[in-house]
């Protein structure tokens, strides 16, 4: 499906919001699932040379050993990435009752392509975090259910999932919802409702949820046409997250003064940005840009766009093609 970026220069994909799709090595699960595991194991103050010392201990049984061995062989820190001693770990942990485990195997396993039945035994886990009320549980069920992963596609159900999972407070769902919605392939297409969802998500800052709704209000789709909202939106998403698509728009925002004052300093330092972050849609906006800037201009942009990334350094950007969970 696509959407017109700017009219008269491009055009990007609105991505289907579904989180946890395996089909993608990219996904954003992944990435939170790894800063997750990085950020149990600084908490827990690990170094390397604690890994005999670990073994040990969860040889014997210590949950939290179990579960700081997890973390290790699913990020690879320090040793070879490998899902099956991952999830062997996590699975002791969790079957000795420790919560970080119960409610982490399960989106592991979502993950775990290279192991077999890994989404029957996702499935599992899933729905036992489910029934202790854990948000990202019933997303990602939704998205088991939506996708036919191991099992046969059930709409239904996946919307059930999703809306329980959106009740509970989760953006993801929100999202997903959101993109349902918006495709109606499986379901009517409905453009309000999908813009209701989108603004649930962005009201909980998720980052393409915040960008989708702002080509939703560029585009008048499901919502009155509103093009400093949008701008607005995709500011958001830039500054906040460090979003390229985002950036790209603020960038071509800029250069065709829609919603904002035309500026092509500010135009050319979010298309530098962008495209610096491996962003490179069909239509060039920094060449384009480059033809009509004096060598002054293109320099005040470039400097601008330095000191932005020193303020926002510790910002993560999503991957430019990802789903979200």
Request: aromatic fraction near 10%.
């Amino acid at each position: 499906m696509k959407l017109s970026l700017v009219r008269t220069t491009y055009c990007a994909a609105f991505a289907l919001l579904v989180c946890m799709l395996p089909r993608q090595s990219n996904c954003q699960v992944l990435d939170d699932l790894t800063e997750q595991g990085r950020s149990t194991l600084r908490k827990a103050g690990y170094t390397l040379q604690m890994f005999p010392m670990l073994q040990e201990k969860a040889g014997k049984g210590e949950a939290k050993a179990e579960l700081a061995l997890a973390w290790i062989y699913f990020i690879g820190e320090g040793v070879e990435k490998n899902n099956a001693l991952a999830l062997e770990w996590m699975s002791k942990a969790a079957e000795q009752g420790l919560a970080g485990a119960q409610d982490t195997i399960g989106p592991m396993y979502l993950l775990a392509k290279d192991l077999p039945n890994n989404y029957k035994l996702a499935k599992v886990w899933l729905q036992k975090a489910a029934d202790r009320n854990e948000r990202n549980a019933w997303n990602s069920l939704g998205v088991i259910y939506f996708q036919g992963l191991g099992e046969d596609v059930n709409v239904q159900e996946a919307i059930r999932c999703f809306r329980k999972a959106s009740d509970l407070g989760s953006d993801r769902a929100d999202s997903n919802l959101g993109s349902i919605y918006y495709e109606g392939k499986l379901v009517p297409k409905d453009l309000k409702e999908s813009a209701r969802y989108m603004q649930l998500a962005a009201d909980k800052n998720n980052v393409r949820a915040t960008y989708n709704l702002g080509v939703m209000y560029r585009d008048g789709l499901g919502v009155d046409k509103d093009e400093n909202k949008a701008f607005q939106l995709f500011l958001r998403a830039a500054n906040q997250f460090r979003y390229p698509a985002a950036q790209f728009n603020v960038a071509a925002a800029y250069y065709a003064g829609q919603g904002v004052q035309r500026d092509l300093i500010l135009a050319y330092m979010w298309a530098k940005l962008a495209f610096d972050q491996g962003y490179k849609p069909r239509t060039n906006l920094v060449e384009i840009l480059s033809a009509k800037m004096t060598p002054d201009q293109i320099a005040d942009a470039q400097r601008q766009a330095t000191l932005w990334l020193q303020e926002h350094e510790d910002k993560r950007a999503p991957e430019p093609n990802s789903s979200t969970p």
